[in-house]
């Protein structure tokens, strides 16, 4: 069912970073796709829009904002177990995003000589919740939470809209929307969402403003989506299909093991479930537990394709030495550290999305309850993004504070470096400041 590499020979030249399976995700093969649907929401608005949600998924609407009387409806039905859970959840995640927020820095430079670093949140946010395969409302709270802690002013939430739910996203996403008091929701999907929150719209009901940040999980549409408008709103990142890695010796429970390999392989038939060990005797105790846990999930055929694509795959290391110069290379969107000492290997660990310790952390945790967000970087991106948090819906601004006595510590410098430049207007822009004060 999953592949096996073994990579216990490999020697200094070998590039782990090729050798460790990964999905296809050509956002570039789909930018002649999804250009003609962000320019037909440009141009044509709501219209356009009216028209791809029809196509794509098969839904005739009038308009698409969601009346609050339906968020309202799907809190008052909401299963009161699911109610809890998502409770939970949002207290967890406030109390980490909390502890993010930074404060603001302030450096004192001499008399008269002072730069503030303000942080400031960005001031409207589009959020979107993906709803295919699977209505994710744990997205909704991974996405509200922390722009909520970061003071974000303005917040609009899109998902798709659902047949079976009279054009309306599924009603628990809707649910934990109103849990969230977030009133602005759209039953949109898709390349034209993304498109939607970059250009604005009007609709029947009023308009959608354009947003500054969108983020957000999606599908290839959705992630191509944000490539063609990056410059015109700002994103979280790219995020392609999710993935995990294991790093395990022979102390790793295998129905553990295979249980978390499963649980992301669950998601989409292009997940990605990687297993790196020291141990062939694990590698072959996991296989014979996928073989029996597979056959007993719901979506057998969905996780089989996952888990015997060339995305997935078992990776055989000499040790977890050479283990963790394969994860690191790989830069998981999830990690799991399933190994003796795990909390010290971890501590090595350089690229990873988030990263879970020991046999009783795994990543469904994380998907819903730890406290952690689980909007992550993917394809190897973690070597240089980190996962949803504040800081991503704040931004940094500069506030200098020279008085004169200030500015006059540093002139013969500032004009020094700006002749450097061959830029005299710099340097007179310092001059005629004191020119003036002498006459």
């Not at 001499?110 to 946010?125: L, N, W, Y």
């Not at 105790?285 to 996780?303: M, Y």
Request: aromatic share 4%.
């Amino acid at each position: 069912m999953i592949r096996r590499i073994d990579l216990r020979d490999a020697d200094a030249s070998v590039d782990y970073r090729q050798a460790v399976p990964r999905a296809d995700f050509d956002v570039e093969a789909a930018v002649h796709v999804v250009k003609p649907i962000t320019d037909a929401v440009r141009d044509r608005g709501l219209e356009a829009i009216l028209e791809l949600n029809a196509k794509f998924d098969g839904v005739e609407q009038s308009d698409i904002a969601v009346p609050a009387e339906a968020l309202a409806k799907a809190l008052a039905e909401l299963d009161p177990q699911i109610r809890a859970g998502l409770e939970e959840s949002i207290a967890r995640l406030r109390a980490t995003c909390a502890n993010e927020l930074e404060t603001d820095a302030v450096t004192d430079l001499g008399p008269g000589a002072r730069v503030t670093h303000r942080k400031v949140p960005v001031g409207r946010v589009g959020l979107y919740v993906p709803g295919g395969l699977a209505p994710l409302v744990s997205s909704v709270l991974m996405n509200v939470v922390p722009a909520q802690t970061a003071g974000v002013g303005s917040i609009a939430l899109a998902s798709p809209p659902q047949k079976e739910f009279g054009g309306l996203p599924h009603p628990t996403i809707l649910a934990a929307c109103a849990l969230l008091g977030v009133e602005e929701v759209y039953a949109v999907g898709g390349a034209q969402a993304i498109a939607m929150f970059a250009y604005g719209v009007e609709t029947s009901s009023g308009r959608v403003d354009r947003v500054d940040l969108v983020t957000g999980p999606g599908n290839i549409y959705v992630v191509t989506a944000k490539r063609v408008l990056k410059g015109q709103v700002g994103i979280d990142s790219e995020a392609g299909p999710t993935e995990i890695a294991i790093l395990a010796d022979d102390t790793a429970e295998a129905a553990y093991v295979a249980a978390d390999l499963i649980s992301q392989a669950e998601h989409d038939p292009l997940a990605a479930s990687v297993l790196v060990t020291t141990s062939e005797r694990l590698a072959d105790e996991v296989d014979a537990e996928l073989d029996k846990q597979v056959a007993a999930t719901k979506h057998v055929e969905r996780i089989r394709t996952a888990l015997a694509g060339k995305q997935s795959g078992t990776v055989l290391v000499r040790d977890v030495e050479q283990g963790l110069d394969v994860v690191n290379a790989y830069a998981a969107e999830h990690l799991e550290i399933q190994t003796q000492n795990a909390d010290v290997v971890a501590s090595r660990v350089r690229n990873a999305g988030a990263v879970f310790i020991g046999s009783f952390a795994p990543v469904s945790l994380g998907d819903y309850c730890a406290g952690s967000n689980h909007v992550l970087p993917t394809g190897g991106c973690a070597c240089h993004s980190s996962g949803l948090s504040v800081r991503a819906f704040t931004k940094s601004v500069h506030v200098v504070d020279y008085d004169r006595e200030g500015l006059a510590k540093v002139a013969d410098h500032v004009t020094t470096l700006a002749e450097a430049e061959d830029l005299p207007g710099h340097a007179a822009a310092v001059r005629v400041r004191f020119a003036a004060g002498e006459e």
